[in-house]
């Protein structure tokens, strides 16, 4: 199954979320693999010719003996930010594919995995698949920030006024995000990312490598060419309270103003309140309805709604609740493009958790176009 969201624009950059899903758990794996990388390549052969992948990023159940037969697979495909995470497919399946592409863009390969996206006056860099094997995760979170701060020092950039989105994806999460949020705390309070200046929207769910000994992987997004005055940091007050009252440094979600849309990244986001709160412990239903009130409000101060919204990745804890949020879910948004894995969130209180992407047209003669 092929689900697509378009935002299309005539003499600009166009884009477009895909999710591909296997049909058909009873397939074996290599012919589930084939299935998807078939979609894939006919969307790009077809009704996405033209369109360059910016990021790809596949779910597999069983990274550990699934990953080196995808990856011989992937060489015959084009180069592009590739992130492979071991978050099983709920639908039973054993791979799912999250692409987002865009038209009217170049593409180029830089150094260290990551990747420039360059239309007009900015030049997007993506980085994805990022991993070390040193130590814990702490250590491991911290090298991956050093070497991430360097890749954009090369570019002109920093992650204090660059960077836009992190996802941190942590094997055995109830023990080791801990380590990540330690590292991250102190990395950010070197680069000038505090609670008196701001940090940046990020995901900490759990996820592995094909590598036992790796613990965290990681997936970033920059821009270059960006102004300060662009980017709005979203905070939902009446729902949400600042993540450093508890102990951790991102934001809820960060809207970015061009001169032709608006985009916004809402960060991986739960059942909480003002007060640092799980609400309705227990309670997958309602922690679903509370999940989305939060991400509305925050939408809603970025001036957009869930119309907006060109994807969403659902996160769950436990594999029993997977049948009742996916009718919710489907009810309230039938043409999504959207996908349902098998993630603990980063508290155990928290049953589920979602994260999305919007845009909106604008029009702001300030800024260039995206």
């Known amino acids: 199954m092929i689900e697509i969201s378009r935002y299309e624009v005539q003499g600009g950059v166009s884009e477009y979320h895909v999710m591909i899903h296997v049909d058909n758990p009873r397939l074996a794996y290599a012919e589930q693999v084939k299935s998807v990388l078939s979609a894939y390549t006919q969307l790009l052969e077809g009704e996405l010719k033209g369109a360059v992948t910016v990021l790809k ?69 993506w980085m994805a698949g990022a991993c070390h094997e040193t130590s814990d995760a702490e250590a491991q979170t911290r090298q991956l920030f050093d070497d991430y701060i360097t890749l954009l020092r090369e570019q002109g950039c920093t992650l204090a006024e660059n960077c836009l989105r992190t996802w941190f994806f942590v094997q055995n999460v109830d023990v080791n995000y801990a380590g990540v949020v330690k590292a991250r705390n102190e990395v950010f309070a070197t680069q000038n990312l505090t609670n008196q200046t701001h940090f940046i929207a990020s995901t900490g769910i759990a996820g592995r490598h094909a590598n036992h000994q790796v613990s965290v992987l990681m997936d970033a997004y920059a821009v270059q060419g960006i102004r300060q005055e662009q980017i709005r940091y979203l905070y939902a007050p009446t729902h949400l309270n600042p993540t450093y009252e508890y102990g951790v440094s991102f934001e809820r979600g960060t809207a970015v103003d061009y001169g032709d849309r608006r985009q916004v990244f809402i960060s991986g986001t739960a059942s909480i309140n003002n007060k640092g709160e ?40 436990d594999v029993a609740d997977y049948i009742v949020v ?17 993630a603990p969130v980063c508290r155990p209180g928290w049953l589920i958790e979602m994260e999305c992407m919007a845009v909106k047209t604008i029009h702001n003669e300030r800024f260039s176009a995206y």
């Open 57 to 125: 990023r596949f779910f597999l159940s069983d990274a550990a003996n699934q990953s080196d037969y995808l990856q011989t697979l992937l060489v015959e495909q084009e180069a592009c930010p590739l992130s492979i995470v071991e978050q099983s497919p709920l639908n039973g399946t054993k791979i799912a594919l999250w692409a987002y592409l865009q038209k009217g863009v170049e593409l180029k390969a830089l150094s260290h995995g990551m990747y420039e996206v360059k239309h007009g006056a900015y030049r997007h860099l």
């Open 326 to 342: 996916k009718e919710m879910f489907d009810e309230r948004f039938p043409n999504i493009p959207k996908v349902y894995l098998l």
């Open 278 to 317: 799980v609400v309705h412990p227990g309670d997958i239903c309602n922690q679903t309805l509370r999940m989305w009130e939060n991400v509305e409000v925050l939408l809603a101060e970025a001036e957009c709604t869930f119309e907006h919204v060109s994807h969403l990745i659902v996160y769950l804890r």
